[in-house]
């Protein structure tokens, strides 16, 4: 138990005490040559407007410390039936049935490790490399048309009354969005916690699904298996700083976010030395560098769906 608080007081100070300001200026000063993604400065902002979240967050860390301590092996599937909210302006942004098809099956390889890049994770981590064994399933496409040339990071696009188009029945959906989001921003979710009536995934149009080559390095898909990461309650594997903590014991500390493909062995400047798992997807690096998650990763994800998860409406 004396476990478990100290380490919902740790989650508290990472929340409180992290610097986004390099991700920021990143986004703002180079728009798709770095991947960025909103997730956490979004977290940040709603932190900031509701004091109850942090608590919320925190039960959560609670419970999943104990379901990993408890319930190591998890029986049963979870299928996620995903809702994808498309909102366009131009053709580009209405992007095909075909292309959002493209897009789920991503999903479903790298979540059941089936990705063909799976195997050459390098020896040093294979060990630890898993198949997440969640799929997804979709249900419906819903479109919309829109005068707005882009959406930002302040959920506009999840609310009809804003011109965006609200959640399909969040408890048991994954709902994701594609539209124009801005700012260099590739996608961005919300953690585990959040109000129901934001809950979900944004991917910015050019990278949502197996995209064309303008897309490139972001063309693989994986900005949404990142994403969907954080969705199931995953960091980014920095711990989003310096040498941070991202909640997970078999990934490597990383100094901070990796871009482009790094060549294995990337040293970490973290001590005491080791290599960086830059193959993660929860780092930032190009959709074909990314392409693998870790067993405590798995842990932390399927903590959410068993009785008393965060997001037991999906059930196992
Ligand atoms: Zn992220």
Excluded at 15 to 25: G, K, L
Excluded at 99 to 126: C, G, M, R, W
Excluded at 217 to 224: K, S
Excluded at 253 to 266: D, Q, R
Aim: proline share 3%; with cysteine.
């Amino acid at each position: 138990m004396k476990k478990i608080l100290l380490t919902a007081t740790a989650f508290l100070m990472l929340f409180s005490c992290q610097n986004d300001q390099t991700e920021s200026t990143a986004a703002l000063t180079n728009a798709t040559a770095r991947r960025s993604c909103a997730s956490q400065d979004v977290l940040a902002e709603q932190l900031k407007a509701d004091p109850t979240l942090a608590l919320r967050m925190n039960q959560i860390e609670a419970f999943t410390q104990k379901s990993m301590l408890t319930n190591r092996l998890v029986n049963g599937k979870v299928v996620i039936p995903v809702v994808v909210n498309v909102l366009y302006r131009t053709a580009a942004e209405n992007i095909s049935d075909a292309q959002i098809q493209s897009q789920i099956d991503v999903l479903n390889k790298d979540y059941t490790a089936t990705n063909s890049d799976f195997s050459t994770t390098p020896a040093e981590f294979a060990g630890v490399a898993a198949n997440i064994d969640i799929t997804f399933e979709l249900v419906k496409i819903n479109r919309k048309s829109t005068t707005k040339t882009s959406w930002g990071t302040r959920d506009a696009m999840k609310k009809t009354k804003q011109g965006g188009l609200d959640p399909t029945t969040p408890t048991t959906t994954l709902n994701m969005w594609a539209c124009t989001i801005g700012g260099g921003i590739l996608g961005y979710a919300q953690f585990p916690g959040g109000t129901l009536a934001t809950d979900g995934v944004v991917i910015d149009s050019n990278y949502f699904g197996l995209s064309s080559a303008a897309s490139y390095p972001y063309n693989l898909g994986r900005t949404a298996s990142h994403e969907v990461g954080h969705w199931m309650n995953l960091r980014h594997i920095w711990g989003d700083a310096s040498c941070g903590d991202d909640l997970v014991s078999d990934t490597p500390v990383h100094k901070t976010s990796n871009f482009g493909v790094p060549v294995y062995p990337y040293v970490s400047t973290c001590l005491p030395a080791h290599n960086e798992m830059t193959m993660n997807y929860m780092d930032y690096t190009d959709d074909r560098g990314m392409y693998m998650f870790t067993n405590g990763q798995k842990a932390r994800m399927t903590a959410l769906f068993v009785s008393g998860g965060a997001r037991a409406g999906f059930g196992i």
